[in-house]
């Protein structure tokens, strides 16, 4: 989900707004090409780049100044919240004179939960939303995937919806903070050429979607962490924006 600063540098960057995207990464690493066609391409980077020593350095330094309050924190919703709730759950009459028809309706559930998730697998290697793209790399999705990180070496992309285009952006080395206002746009993609689809319809993974080429070839890409609006886009459309290149 896009924070608010973020929303204000995507619609600077595109100069209009407001503008429906989310940060994304590819559905899986890249498999390696075969040779001839990855020479072709220029033999680009197939792999994003690591974080920066300086800003790798601070993950660790960031751990040790938050840890002793995370753990003060931890331990006092033990002590007095999570603890007295188990002792009670463990000595409840309610616990001990549970009936056969709640237990069965307990398993009845989780059966209905597992049926529910083997569905939900079956429809996803269905759609191939397992895979990453079709498979064919002289097709328009593998022919961007040659390119993903020569056109920056950041692990995510900012996948933005505007009116008859799809755009992404991206910083152009890997960055730890501030990647939105880092970004530059590194693709853009006319709605006559590729549309954004969720072939499940919400019934699938959240933020899971794909890139859909005119010419068939397809990209299955992750919302880092989805937005319910970009969710509801792809599952329905914009009704007040029909210009926008989703598939629904």
């Known amino acids: 989900m896009l924070k608010q600063k973020e929303q204000k540098a995507a619609e600077r960057l595109l100069g209009t707004g407001p ?8 559905a899986t690493r890249i498999p390696r090409p075969p040779k001839g066609v990855w020479s072709a391409a220029g033999k680009g980077p197939l792999r994003p780049a690591r974080v920066p020593l300086v800003e790798a350095l601070m993950y660790p330094l960031v751990a040790v100044a938050i840890l002793p309050g995370v753990v003060g924190v931890l331990l006092a919703d ?13 000595f409840s009459p309610q616990r001990w004179g549970e009936s056969r028809a709640n237990r069965a309706e307990r398993r009845e559930a989780a059966r209905a939960e597992r049926d529910e998730a083997e569905r939900k697998r079956a429809a996803i290697k269905e759609h191939r939303l397992d895979e990453l793209f ?24 900012l996948v933005l919806l505007a009116p008859g285009r799809i755009v992404l952006a991206a910083p152009r080395r890997r960055v730890w ?3 939105a206002k880092r970004s530059r746009v590194v693709a853009e993609i006319p709605a006559s050429e590729a549309v954004v689809e969720d072939p499940l319809h919400g019934g699938g993974e959240r933020g899971v979607f794909r890139l859909l080429f005119r010419d068939g070839s397809w990209l299955v890409l992750r919302a880092i962490d989805p937005g319910d609006r970009f969710s509801r886009v792809l599952r329905e459309g914009e009704p007040s924006c029909p210009e926008l290149p989703v598939r629904v």
């Open 19 to 26: 503008v429906t995207g989310d940060w994304c990464r590819l």
């Open 78 to 90: 033990l002590l007095f919240e999570a603890l007295p709730k188990a002792i009670r759950h463990l």
């Open 134 to 157: 079709d498979g064919d790399w002289q097709g328009a999705a593998g022919q961007l995937l040659l390119r993903w990180y020569g056109q920056s070496r950041h692990d995510a992309r």
């Open 177 to 179: 903070r501030k990647a």
